[in-house]
């Protein structure tokens, strides 16, 4: 079955900034896209981007662009989110999640969430 | 970008009751849209996609219609296990946005 499996929680300084990683078994790794959500604390969710896994190419969202960094490593079939130039509203649980899209082309493609990690609490506090 | 805007923003019921919950796009998105359920500690649960469509495991009490712009999530007697936060999101462009969440609470 589908798994994705990710890093345990961080806490780190502003100005600082985050790895988490989110590693996937129960399929071929380069077959599927994958994103990354976040959730600040009693709030809502919010797509961050997207990454091909198979070519590499990312999408972000507009939020996070300069800020953030999605990298994968097909040997270990495992994605990697970075966050830097931490701010205390960066505070949240970051979820991998996996739609159910073949990568068919190296286009991008919009989809839904069929599958999530557990989420990595980041704590960005002084 | 598409704006979600979901309600309303709690629904107080009791168990056996039917909810309805409501989710509005800003502009058209044809049928691209999904539901999730979120418990407390959990990761979301996608619950319906492409408006309509169940996702794999999910009980016959879920169903969700609409189109264009005006999405509804109908379940149609609560069981305990139902009271969470419902999330709607969209698949129609990037960046793809989610609604801010209807809580279904206990009466």
């Known amino acids: 079955q589908v798994q994705l499996v990710q890093s345990g929680a961080e806490v780190k300084k502003p100005g600082a900034s985050v790895k988490v990683s989110c590693k996937t078994s129960g399929y071929t790794f380069t077959r599927y896209y994958l994103h990354w959500v976040r959730q600040a604390p009693g709030q809502g969710l919010d797509w961050m981007g997207i990454?091909?896994?198979?070519?590499?190419?990312?999408n972000y969202a507009q939020s996070f662009q300069g800020r953030v960094t999605m990298t994968r490593d097909t040997s270990t079939s495992t994605v990697y989110m970075e966050l830097s130039s931490l701010k205390s509203e960066d505070t949240g649980v970051y979820y991998c999640a996996r739609g159910n899209s073949l990568v068919l082309t190296p286009m991008l493609a919009p989809e839904y969430f069929h599958h999530w990690g557990q989420g990595t609490l980041v704590t960005v506090s002084s | 970008e598409i704006v979600l805007t979901q309600s309303p923003a709690t629904l107080s019921l009791s168990p056996g009751e039917r909810a309805t919950l409501s989710c509005r796009a800003s502009?058209?998105?044809?049928?691209?849209l999904a539901w999730y359920q979120q418990k407390p500690g959990q990761a979301p649960r996608l619950l319906i996609f492409?408006?309509?469509t169940r996702a794999t495991g999910i009980p016959a009490r879920f169903s969700g219609s609409g189109s264009r712009t005006d999405f509804t999530l109908t379940i149609s007697s609560l069981e305990p296990e139902d009271f969470a936060i419902y999330y709607c999101?969209?698949?129609?462009?990037?960046?793809?946005?989610f609604g801010g969440g209807t809580k279904v609470e206990i009466k």
């Open positions: 990454i091909n896994p198979s070519g590499g190419s990312t």
């Open positions: 999101q969209h698949r129609s462009n990037w960046p793809l946005t």
């Open positions: 502009q058209t998105i044809s049928n691209y």
């Open positions: 492409d408006a309509s």
